[in-house]
């Protein structure tokens, strides 16, 4: 008889899992850390830090090269790691997962791998959205002394939510692919991505999600989405930097060419031709951040330990209740107020400068992002030269947003 | 209106900003004199507020025009946020109405020894060490217009 044993979660205790996080107890300037800065990046749990520390204290060897003992210790640890990605994102096989650097890595190389394997011809149009990251803009435009590549642009309400029937209406038979993100960075707000990828595969066009802002706040399925490209980084999501995934289905990872080459990614190389490996390798020239894959792994096992739906109800709940407060506050205006939003708060306040919100309130050890978030073209779109922002992770308090409204309120009190 | 400097060097009026700063023991005390400093900055005229005239930097907008009266240069600056505004009227204050000679030989130490370098650091991009470089560069090219006609 098989029987399947429950998995028993640990219980998500906001105190608790601060002492995961050796750098929350830090102090800035005197003051206890107050890390709201978490769209930028996460922090990171000890468990993380202890992989990469093992990992260059007793296992670092490189990977797919050697058959001693700790090349195939390393090559197995690097190697998990991508299943534990597979598993993550529930994508059908471990060979659909590329290890990048990051996001933009991710979208770069889809940009250049497809263009190289005359997936566009000039006059092609890809669909983005006003509210892009410029790692979503640039890599297209990049492309243009390829191909002649049209960036078609979803507008946006005033709230921050996509028009999607603009959408429908851009979409055409030289539509070539929709690249849109899934949590807006600068604004929070989470997109409908499910429902354009079904408005773009009713039409025959691929869709690539930028994951970066929504990895972190919850469990992602790239089947049930399906999604044909998702990239996320590893640093927004409690892992190291410098690690990231670009997810793709098999049917177009085979059909694109190399986006580097190099070692490790070739079958036979001679003067004259070179064959090249399987995926998911092919794509992956060069020694990885092997390190950096391991981290991720331990990341992935961090995450996994709790039931996800408590740390997106702890998220929530705090950017309920940030948001209630803020509103509060005479004189701030939050910029993004979609329905469906992640813990993100872009805010400006009359007559004070971002910057100046910024400089004073980390005098008080409190950390928050301000400027145009990568992100000109929405800025723009709120005639805006910058917001502040406030991000949430799990491990944030609602002590922690008391004291950026205290901030807030010694900032206000300066400047009249 | 321009703003002319004072009659002192560059290197009295540095040490007399750093002087006033050794009295803030808080942040707070600093920043506010900092921002009062901006408030008292003359507007620059507006028709210098203007890309051409533009610093660009990832945090906050910055103006900056030079003229030459004499053998001094008379900067006039701008910021859109009122830190860096205030620390521009201290550039300001050490740098205009002096000869290009006087501002090309005397490094801004008073940054460092009040405690404003963060705000030079590459991750702050304000426009505040791009308005320092521009500074130097508006002496450098006045130099060699003064050269020419020697």
């Given amino acids: 008889m098989i029987t399947t044993i429950p998995e028993v979660k640990r219980k998500f205790d906001v105190e608790e899992i601060r002492n995961d996080f050796p750098i929350l107890k830090r102090f800035v300037n005197g003051k206890q850390l107050v890390y709201l800065d978490n769209a930028a990046t996460s922090q990171k749990p000890q468990a993380v830090i202890d992989a990469l520390t093992q990992y260059y204290t007793f296992d670092n060897a490189n990977i797919h090269r050697g058959l001693y003992f700790l090349s195939e210790l390393a090559t197995d640890q690097f190697e998990t790691s991508r299943l534990k990605v597979k598993e993550f994102i529930n994508a059908l096989s471990a060979s659909e997962i590329i290890f990048v650097r990051g996001t933009t890595e991710a979208i770069n190389l889809v940009a250049s791998s497809l263009c190289r394997a005359k997936h566009f011809k000039d006059g092609d149009e890809v669909i983005i959205s006003s509210m892009e990251h410029h790692a979503n803009i640039v890599p297209w435009q990049l492309m243009n002394d390829r191909k002649k590549i049209a960036l078609k642009v979803i507008p946006i309400t005033d709230e921050g939510e996509l028009d999607l029937d603009a959408y429908e209406k851009l979409i055409n038979e030289k539509t070539k692919l929709v690249s849109v993100v899934h949590i807006s960075n600068a604004l929070g707000t989470v997109n409908p991505v499910k429902k354009i990828i079904e408005t773009a595969h009713a039409r025959g066009v691929p869709v690539l999600l930028d994951g970066a802002q929504a990895i972190p706040h919850f469990k992602v399925d790239v089947q049930e989405l399906d999604a044909d490209f998702y990239a996320f980084s590893g640093h927004k999501a409690f892992g190291p930097t410098g690690i990231g995934v670009l997810y793709g289905k098999t049917e177009y990872l085979e059909m694109m060419p190399p986006y580097q080459g190099g070692g490790d990614m070739i079958r036979t190389v001679t003067f004259e031709k070179t064959t090249f490996d399987d995926l998911p390798r092919k794509f992956e020239a060069g020694t990885p951040n092997i390190a950096g894959g391991i981290g991720l792994g331990a990341a992935i096992n961090y995450m996994n330990q709790f039931d996800r739906n408590d740390l997106a109800a702890h998220e929530n709940y705090l950017l309920r209740y940030a948001t209630e407060k803020l509103s509060q506050i005479e004189g701030l205006r939050i910029i993004g107020t979609a329905k469906e939003k992640a813990s993100v708060i872009s805010f400006v306040i009359e007559g ?55 901030g807030i309120h010694k900032v206000k009190k300066m400047f009249a | 209106m321009l703003v002319k400097g004072s009659a002192m060097t560059i290197n009295e009026t540095q040490d007399k900003i750093v002087k006033e700063f050794e009295q803030f023991s808080e942040w707070e005390d600093k920043y506010k004199r900092i921002i009062e400093l901006g408030r008292q900055l003359s507007a620059i005229d507006e028709t210098y507020k203007t890309d051409k005239y533009k610093l660009n930097g990832c945090q906050s907008q910055v103006w900056i025009n030079a003229k030459l009266e004499g053998d001094k240069i008379i900067f006039e600056a701008d ?26 030989s005397s490094p801004p130490e008073f940054v460092k020894k009040i405690g404003i370098d963060n705000h030079l650091s590459l991750t702050r991009r304000n426009g505040l060490g791009a308005m320092l470089k521009q500074i130097q560069m508006y ?3 006045f130099k060699a217009v003064i050269d020419k006609t020697k």
Avoid: W
Avoid at chain 1, 366 to 381: E, K, L, N, V
Avoid at chain 2, 79 to 104: F, R
């Fill in chain 2, 139 to 141: 002496a450098a090219a």
């Fill in chain 2, 79 to 104: 910021s859109d946020a009122a830190i860096v505004k205030g620390l521009i009227a201290l550039l300001i204050k050490v740098y205009s109405n002096h000869t290009p000679d006087e501002i090309l």
């Fill in chain 1, 352 to 406: 004070i400068h971002p910057y100046d919100i910024g400089t004073i309130i980390d005098t008080d050890g409190i950390a928050i992002r301000t400027g145009h978030h990568c992100a000109q073209p929405i800025m723009q779109r709120y005639n805006l030269p910058a917001t502040a922002r406030a991000s949430f992770a799990f491990y944030n308090t609602k002590e922690e947003i008391d004291k950026l409204v205290l």
